[in-house]
Structures are given as C-alpha cells and as structure tokens.
C-alpha cells in the first residue's frame, strides 16, 4: 500500500478528533500491515507546538492581525510538511491529519475575508505542491456545533469567534467541497458518534478498493 494523507476538516466542534481516534483503531483492524500515523494542524511538530498555543491562546490585549494568523499558520504548514507528512508519505503510511490547506481558505479566507490569491500561493508554497489524497469534511450546522464547544467548557481563541465568522467558514467548506468533488467526500456529522464513524469507514473502504 502506498502513502494516502487523508485529511479531516470542518467547523469548531464538528467531530474530527474522536473520528479521527475511530479511524485510526479500525485501519489498524482493518489494514493491520499498514503504518497508520495521526497528526494534526497546527502543533505536530516542536516549532509548530509554539505556534498553536500563540493561534489559539485567548487574548483582547495586541490581538493577532488577520495576516499575522495567516502567515502564522503557513509557518506551521511548511514544518508539518517538511518534518512529518514528506517523510511518512515516503515510508507508505496512512495519514489521517486533523486540518490541512482547506482550513486556511474556509478560516483565513472566507472566515477573515483574506485574499484567495494570497492564501493560495501561501499555501502552494508551505506544501510544496503536496495535495491530500482524500478530504473527509465533517458537515454540521454552526448551530450545533457552537453547543457542543459550549457543553466541552473552556474554549480557544478561534472558537470564540462570533456566529457571523463561524457561518462563514462553514459557507466556504460548502464553496470548496462542491468544487471539489474528486478529493472532498461530505461527511453528516449532525448525526451520532457511532453512525458518523459508520460513515467515513464506508467511504475509506470504497477508496482502498479503488
């Protein structure tokens, strides 16, 4: 089997973490020759670790410019790349990576009304060219997944966002998943934990197949 980086994206509370702990336990059953690594975006590697807590510590005093946090996360992209994605793709691992470039245009871009051009060469250039193999976008209401982040207690800086952004960026995974279609499979996420799992293993059993 050769590298896939198989990604998960979609709004603050919509799911990726626990799906993503799902899916990894069933490749590991169900591909059990297979090198099955998580990371994440930003903070999987030491340079990006600083990063996030920066991104998404709360704070009113010198608050992040819009194209600082852009910048920001490109920083992280291009280490992530480099320090873990390349080198794992290289050795055929199965990557299942918490966000990737399609968090930038749907946060940064639609979110913070950024600059497509700008956020694109950005991250052409942090990636290398480096395309994921298949995206799963967890789709849920902003409604519903605001309740959930509020039910988890503490939040961060970007899920304290105001209704307008979130809806927004929600508005841009719609954008990029129907543009998309080849490499963006829709997830239900509004459903439960179990029946979203059932899901994403039906698509990734249709994609090894293929």
């Known amino acids: 089997m050769t590298g896939k980086l198989i990604v998960f994206e979609g709004v603050e509370g919509c799911g990726k973490t626990t799906q993503i702990v799902r899916s990894h336990q069933w490749l590991q ?4 020759q297979a090198k099955v ?3 994440r975006e930003p903070g999987d590697t030491h340079l990006g670790l600083e990063l996030r807590q920066i991104l998404l510590a709360k704070t009113t005093e010198h608050p992040i410019s819009e194209l ?3 910048l920001l996360y490109a920083a992280d992209r291009a280490q992530h790349v480099a320090q873990v994605l390349k080198p794992n793709l290289a050795d055929n691992a199965i990557i299942l990576c918490d966000r990737y470039t399609d968090s930038t245009i749907a946060y940064q871009g639609y979110g913070r009304g950024l600059e497509r051009k700008i956020i694109d060469q950005l991250n052409l250039l942090a990636t290398g060219g480096l395309e994921s193999d298949l995206t799963l976008w967890l789709d849920v209401d902003v409604e519903i997944s605001l309740l959930r982040i509020k039910s988890r ?3 961060d800086r970007i899920e304290q966002a105001n209704l307008a952004f979130h809806q ?9 998943a129907a543009a998309n279609p080849q490499r963006i499979e829709r997830i ?3 459903l439960s934990e179990v029946a979203v799992a059932a899901q994403i293993q039906n698509v990734l059993l249709k994609y090894f197949d293929n």
């Open 188 to 190: 239900d996420a509004s």
């Open 37 to 39: 690594v998580v990371t």
């Open 68 to 70: 600082a946090e852009l």
């Open 168 to 176: 927004r960026v929600q508005a841009g995974y719609t954008q990029l």
């Open 153 to 155: 207690g503490a939040s």
């Open 29 to 32: 059953t169900t591909f059990p």
